[in-house]
Each structure stands twice: as structure tokens, then as C-alpha cells.
């Protein structure tokens, strides 16, 4: 697998305002995804919960294998190009829907899944106060997925905020960790920035961050998605109104910050020991 990647690649984080038409959100994505692509991305990607934000998000999650899905899949076939359905609401039977990545490949083949593991049960003042778990199942897996571009882990949102998660996926190999979300206004602008620069820093990998934007149901959604590289500089970013951004990965340069810095490599595993007790690792 190694051999064959190119060690650079471009990808590009589509920032969206998702509301309760699935239709017209999931025409927006076809025409960002056409714009990214323009730009030359290899890898697409988009956020929390992009094709329905509303009343009842359980009550519309969507099938694995419904027309969402197949949109999504379709888009990855067209382009060719990896894409990154940010996050869907999916069926899983008779209980709770999970809050689901989807990696697709060039030819549309579904390559990895992660559910997000962490609820956003929280009570926050001035807003929102949210029971993520009374409505979503989360997962029960850490997930990272060898591709021919390069080793990927998977995070959602509120995730983000648990950096053993992280360290646990970069000690699998990833090189490059993808962070859909829908962040609060009123975490996003104290939190959203400094978590996502500590997490690559920490961990010496690139962290590429898109996020919803606009007015949901219960909050102002933040905005301001971006990639993060090794050394904790931003080197791409989105405001607040929907848009594509677009960064170059360049692996050699995280192994160069590594050599400098071998944080994974220094772990004091004689006073602490960090274990993963579900990692699934997905091989294109």
C-alpha cells in the first residue's frame, strides 16, 4: 500500500448550512463536490449530518443502502475521487439510528464506516442544553482505514474533545484524521480552533475539520471548518457562510514533524498505558 501513494494529495472540506430539505441539501453537496473536484481534489469531504437537520433527526435517518447512500456513492464514482459523506442518520433496525461516516472510493465502494461514539449530552448556558443519546445509538468501535492515499482515522463533532480517542488512532497509523461536525457558536468560538490544533500537534498528523454552518433547529451553528497541519498551523480555513476550502497533504512533512517531535514514539507506557479495546482497521 505504501508503494503506491504519492505521498501528496489535495482535499477539500465542503462547509454546508444542512436544513430539513434532504433534497435540496443533497444537491448542494453534487455541486460543491463538482467545485472541489475542479480544484483538484482527491478527497471530498463534508459534514455532520448532511442531508437532514430539523425536527426529529431519528425519525428521518435513511437506509445503508437507501437513495442517500447511493448519492453519495454515485458522486465518489463520478469524480473519482475518495469522498467523505461527512455524517447521515442511519437506519440499524429496530432501535436507535447511529450518527454515521462513510468513506467511499474512487469507484463508489463503500470502504470504511464510523459511528460516532460520543453523545453530545450536555447543558450548556446561554445554550443548548442536548441528549444526543436519546435519540442516537453511538458506536462501540475506533475506526481507521488504509487507503491508497494515506492511512485515515474518523472522528464526529463532540469527539473531538476526547484526545485519547486520537492518540489511540494515530498509534494505529493514521496519518490524517477527518472531523465532520456541527459545533455550537457558543463552544465553537472559545473550543473549536484550540482543540483541533492541540489534537494535531499532540499526535503529529494532519486533522481536517468541516463543519455546518447556519441557523439550526436548537443553535447557530459555527462555521469556520479547517485543516490543521502536523505542526499545528491552520493551513486552510472557511468563514461562516457555506463554502469549499481546499489543502494540500503532504506525508513526508508529517514524518519530517515526527522525527522532531516523536510524542507517539515518547509515551511513557512504563507509568500509563492507553488500550483500545474495539479498533477496527478497514484495508481498501
Avoid at 445509538?137 to 476526547?162: E, M
Avoid at 489511540?168 to 482543540?195: D, S, Y
Wanted: net charge negative; hydrophobic share 40%.
Amino acid at each position: 500500500m505504501e508503494q503506491e501513494r504519492s505521498r501528496r494529495f489535495t482535499i477539500a472540506l465542503v462547509q454546508m448550512d444542512s436544513q430539513a430539505d434532504r433534497r435540496a441539501n443533497l444537491e448542494a453537496a453534487r455541486r460543491s463536490c463538482g467545485e472541489a473536484v475542479s480544484r483538484g481534489a482527491d478527497l471530498v469531504m463534508f459534514p455532520e449530518t448532511v442531508d437532514y437537520i430539523g425536527p426529529d433527526i431519528p425519525g428521518h435517518a435513511c437506509d445503508p443502502e437507501g437513495e442517500t447512500v447511493r448519492s453519495f456513492q454515485g458522486l465518489a464514482r463520478e469524480y473519482g475521487v475518495y469522498l467523505l459523506n461527512g455524517s447521515i442518520t442511519e437506519r440499524m433496525g429496530g432501535g436507535r439510528p447511529a450518527n454515521t461516516s462513510m468513506l467511499f472510493g474512487r469507484d463508489g465502494k463503500v470502504i470504511a464506516r464510523y459511528r460516532k461514539v460520543h453523545m453530545f449530552d450536555v447543558d450548556i448556558d446561554h445554550g443548548p442544553a442536548c441528549r444526543e443519546s436519546d435519540g442516537i445509538c453511538p458506536g462501540d468501535q475506533i475506526v481507521v482505514a488504509r487507503t491508497r492515499l494515506a492511512d485515515l482515522g474518523f472522528a464526529i463533532c463532540y469527539d473531538l474533545r476526547f484526545g485519547e480517542m486520537f492518540r489511540l488512532m494515530a498509534r494505529a497509523g493514521a496519518q490524517v484524521i477527518l472531523v465532520p461536525a456541527n459545533f455550537t457558536r457558543e463552544t465553537g468560538k472559545a473550543h473549536w480552533e484550540p482543540l483541533l490544533r492541540a489534537r494535531a500537534i499532540e499526535n503529529g498528523c494532519y486533522i481536517a475539520a468541516c463543519g455546518q454552518t447556519g441557523h439550526k433547529e436548537m443553535f447557530l451553528a459555527h462555521g469556520h471548518s479547517m485543516v490543521v497541519d502536523p505542526w499545528g498551523r491552520v493551513i486552510a480555513r472557511a468563514g461562516e457562510e457555506p463554502a469549499v476550502i481546499t489543502a494540500d497533504i503532504d506525508l513526508a512533512y508529517r514524518e519530517h514533524v515526527q522525527d522532531q517531535i516523536p510524542s507517539l514514539k515518547n509515551t511513557r507506557e512504563d507509568l500509563y498505558d492507553l488500550q483500545c479495546r474495539s479498533l477496527k482497521i478497514y484495508e481498501e
